[in-house]
Protein backbone atom coordinates (compact mmCIF):
# COMPACT_ATOMS: atom_id res chain seq x y z
CA UNK A 1 0.00 0.00 0.00
CA UNK A 2 2.98 2.67 0.62
CA UNK A 3 4.13 2.02 -2.91
CA UNK A 4 0.72 2.57 -4.33
CA UNK A 5 0.31 5.41 -2.37
CA UNK A 6 3.90 6.71 -3.30
CA UNK A 7 2.85 6.85 -6.97
CA UNK A 8 -0.59 8.80 -6.61
CA UNK A 9 -2.95 6.15 -5.63
CA UNK A 10 -5.31 6.16 -2.50
CA UNK A 11 -8.24 4.69 -1.67
CA UNK A 12 -10.71 6.45 -0.07
CA UNK A 13 -13.97 4.66 1.03
CA UNK A 14 -16.44 1.92 0.11
CA UNK A 15 -20.28 2.87 0.56
CA UNK A 16 -23.32 1.21 -0.75
CA UNK A 17 -21.34 -0.92 -3.05
CA UNK A 18 -18.94 2.06 -4.48
CA UNK A 19 -15.38 1.96 -3.82
CA UNK A 20 -14.06 5.45 -4.63
CA UNK A 21 -10.16 5.45 -5.21
CA UNK A 22 -8.06 8.72 -5.77
CA UNK A 23 -5.76 8.28 -8.76
CA UNK A 24 -3.09 10.86 -8.50
CA UNK A 25 -5.52 14.09 -8.53
CA UNK A 26 -8.84 12.76 -9.70
CA UNK A 27 -11.73 10.39 -7.61
CA UNK A 28 -12.80 7.46 -9.38
CA UNK A 29 -15.91 5.20 -8.83
CA UNK A 30 -15.88 1.38 -9.41
CA UNK A 31 -19.12 -0.43 -8.95
CA UNK A 32 -18.53 -3.54 -6.87
CA UNK A 33 -20.64 -6.33 -8.32
CA UNK A 34 -19.39 -9.39 -7.44
CA UNK A 35 -16.09 -10.74 -5.44
CA UNK A 36 -14.40 -14.27 -5.35
CA UNK A 37 -12.41 -14.87 -1.88
CA UNK A 38 -9.01 -15.82 -1.48
CA UNK A 39 -8.66 -18.98 -0.16
CA UNK A 40 -5.35 -21.73 -0.14
CA UNK A 41 -6.72 -23.98 -2.66
CA UNK A 42 -8.16 -21.28 -5.00
CA UNK A 43 -4.52 -18.94 -4.39
CA UNK A 44 -6.42 -15.85 -6.06
CA UNK A 45 -9.09 -13.71 -4.86
CA UNK A 46 -10.39 -11.46 -7.41
CA UNK A 47 -13.58 -9.00 -8.11
CA UNK A 48 -16.11 -7.83 -10.68
CA UNK A 49 -16.77 -3.95 -10.77
CA UNK A 50 -18.29 -1.35 -13.45
CA UNK A 51 -15.96 1.45 -13.88
CA UNK A 52 -16.42 4.27 -16.96
CA UNK A 53 -19.21 2.03 -18.19
CA UNK A 54 -17.25 -1.20 -18.59
CA UNK A 55 -17.79 -4.18 -17.27
CA UNK A 56 -14.11 -5.27 -15.63
CA UNK A 57 -12.41 -8.46 -13.45
CA UNK A 58 -9.68 -7.49 -11.64
CA UNK A 59 -7.46 -10.25 -10.08
CA UNK A 60 -4.78 -11.27 -7.52
CA UNK A 61 -2.74 -14.33 -6.92
CA UNK A 62 0.07 -16.94 -6.37
CA UNK A 63 1.97 -16.92 -10.31
CA UNK A 64 0.66 -20.77 -10.43
CA UNK A 65 -2.59 -19.86 -10.05
CA UNK A 66 -2.94 -16.29 -12.49
CA UNK A 67 -0.14 -17.64 -15.34
CA UNK A 68 -2.38 -20.48 -16.21
CA UNK A 69 -5.00 -18.18 -16.34
CA UNK A 70 -3.56 -15.94 -18.93
CA UNK A 71 -4.64 -15.29 -22.44
CA UNK A 72 -1.76 -17.01 -24.48
CA UNK A 73 -1.52 -13.86 -27.20
CA UNK A 74 -0.06 -11.71 -24.91
CA UNK A 75 3.32 -10.61 -25.47
CA UNK A 76 6.15 -11.28 -23.01
CA UNK A 77 4.72 -14.40 -21.32
CA UNK A 78 8.52 -15.83 -21.34
CA UNK A 79 9.67 -12.89 -19.69
CA UNK A 80 7.38 -13.16 -17.57
CA UNK A 81 7.70 -16.69 -16.48
CA UNK A 82 12.28 -16.10 -16.00
CA UNK A 83 11.47 -12.92 -13.80
CA UNK A 84 8.76 -14.90 -11.55
CA UNK A 85 11.79 -17.72 -11.07
CA UNK A 86 14.14 -15.14 -10.37
CA UNK A 87 11.80 -13.79 -7.55
CA UNK A 88 11.73 -17.00 -5.88
CA UNK A 89 15.61 -17.62 -6.24
CA UNK A 90 15.89 -14.14 -4.22
CA UNK A 91 13.41 -15.96 -1.71
CA UNK A 92 10.60 -13.81 -2.53
CA UNK A 93 6.79 -15.08 -3.10
CA UNK A 94 5.46 -13.83 -6.49
CA UNK A 95 2.24 -12.10 -6.36
CA UNK A 96 0.51 -11.05 -9.96
CA UNK A 97 -2.26 -8.73 -11.01
CA UNK A 98 -4.09 -9.19 -14.17
CA UNK A 99 -7.78 -7.95 -15.56
CA UNK A 100 -10.20 -8.96 -18.12
CA UNK A 101 -13.14 -6.68 -19.30
CA UNK A 102 -16.01 -8.67 -19.48
CA UNK A 103 -19.12 -8.63 -21.88
CA UNK A 104 -22.26 -7.12 -20.18
CA UNK A 105 -24.36 -10.21 -21.16
CA UNK A 106 -22.58 -12.16 -18.00
CA UNK A 107 -24.96 -10.24 -15.42
CA UNK A 108 -27.53 -11.88 -16.88
CA UNK A 109 -26.03 -14.89 -15.45
CA UNK A 110 -25.93 -14.32 -11.44
CA UNK A 111 -24.27 -15.01 -9.47
CA UNK A 112 -20.81 -15.09 -11.78
CA UNK A 113 -19.28 -18.11 -11.58
CA UNK A 114 -15.25 -18.29 -10.78
CA UNK A 115 -14.87 -19.51 -14.67
CA UNK A 116 -14.62 -15.97 -15.76
CA UNK A 117 -11.06 -16.13 -14.59
CA UNK A 118 -9.47 -16.47 -17.94
CA UNK A 119 -8.11 -15.16 -21.05
CA UNK A 120 -6.56 -12.45 -18.44
CA UNK A 121 -4.31 -9.46 -19.27
CA UNK A 122 -1.11 -9.30 -17.06
CA UNK A 123 -0.89 -5.76 -15.80
CA UNK A 124 1.59 -6.49 -12.88
CA UNK A 125 3.81 -8.58 -11.25
CA UNK A 126 6.06 -7.77 -7.55
CA UNK A 127 7.92 -10.08 -5.22
CA UNK A 128 6.86 -10.32 -1.93
CA UNK A 129 8.91 -11.43 1.60
CA UNK A 130 6.92 -13.64 3.33
CA UNK A 131 8.21 -13.73 6.90
CA UNK A 132 7.54 -16.23 9.26
CA UNK A 133 4.03 -15.38 11.73
CA UNK A 134 4.54 -16.11 15.44
CA UNK A 135 1.77 -18.94 15.85
CA UNK A 136 0.95 -19.71 12.44
CA UNK A 137 2.22 -23.77 11.96
Excluded: C, W
Amino acid sequence: MDAAFHFGFEYISTENKIITIKLKDRLEKFELIQSFEFDSDRKRMSVVVRHNGLLKLYIKGADSAIMARLAKSQPFLNHISAKTTELSKNGLRSLMFAMRILPESLLEKLPLQPSIESELTLIGLTGIEDKLQDYVP
